[in-house]
């Protein structure tokens, strides 16, 4: 299938959204609840499996669809199709606070990999597979590194990344030590291992877990300081475990003293 040329403009500065301008008969695919609005014109088809598979019949969908599901994707992906006459746009909300990285596949040679939930939208032709790490160390212990996605193409493809990113370009040979959930995408090139941090004192009393993704060169790499992951575990930490909760949460006299000696007094407990 031919790629679909796209412009686009990213818009915002901690939750962005990316514009998508498509022509007359281009599209667009975009991850499932990941749509924030689209102008009058543009259609709305949701297929089963990737958008590049709509045309490979049963099998390729089944196919497409089996892909997404190892992901932890939807097995949906939606197509959005410009029925108009004129230029329309269609945009892209990313789902927690990051930035949108707009890539190239045709100046990356064609295939990108990344974090299986970083997927945000691209240009119709893009292909969305899967990346199985080989060596067994990597999956038994890889965590979120171990499954990630494949996009294949020369279209433009926009992943989200939490937090800040940036972007390493390592020569051949070169390694980069990283927690395995800051890695947000890299090129084939850059061969991804699982290492063993060494010494059990550092997993446990350090903070880190017990392994790191050991990226080498030749290729480039894209980092996030903020996994999502790890700002899922904050936010559970810091929430309240009894379950209740009320607008005391946030003070000094929170938990203990709103619930206990202030409710008692505003209920009546004299005893």
Known sequence: MAMDVV????????MQFVEVELDPGEAAIGEAGSMMFMDAGITMDTVFGDGSANQGGFFGKLLGAGKRLITGESLFTTIYTNQGAGKLRVAFAAPYPGKILPMDLSKLGGTL????????????????????????STGFFGGEGFIMQKLEGDGLAFVHAGGTVVRRTLQPGQTLLVDTGCVVAYTPGVNFEIQYVGKIKTA???????????????GEVWLQSLPFSRLASRIFAAAPQTGGGGREEGSVLGGFAAGGLLGGLIGGDED
């Not at 412009?7 to 901690?14: F, L």
């Not at 691209?122 to 060596?135: E, N, P, T, Y």
């Not at 446990?204 to 030749?218: I, Q, V, Y």
Request: charged share 20%; proline share 2%; net charge neutral.
């Open 7 to 14: 412009d686009y403009e990213i818009k915002g500065a901690e």
């Open 113 to 136: 990999i990344c974090q299986k939930d970083a997927f945000l939208c691209a240009a119709r032709g893009v292909s969305l597979g899967i990346a199985i790490q080989q060596k067994l």
């Open 204 to 218: 446990l009393f350090g903070g880190e877990g017990l392994f790191l993704a050991k990226l080498t060169g030749p």
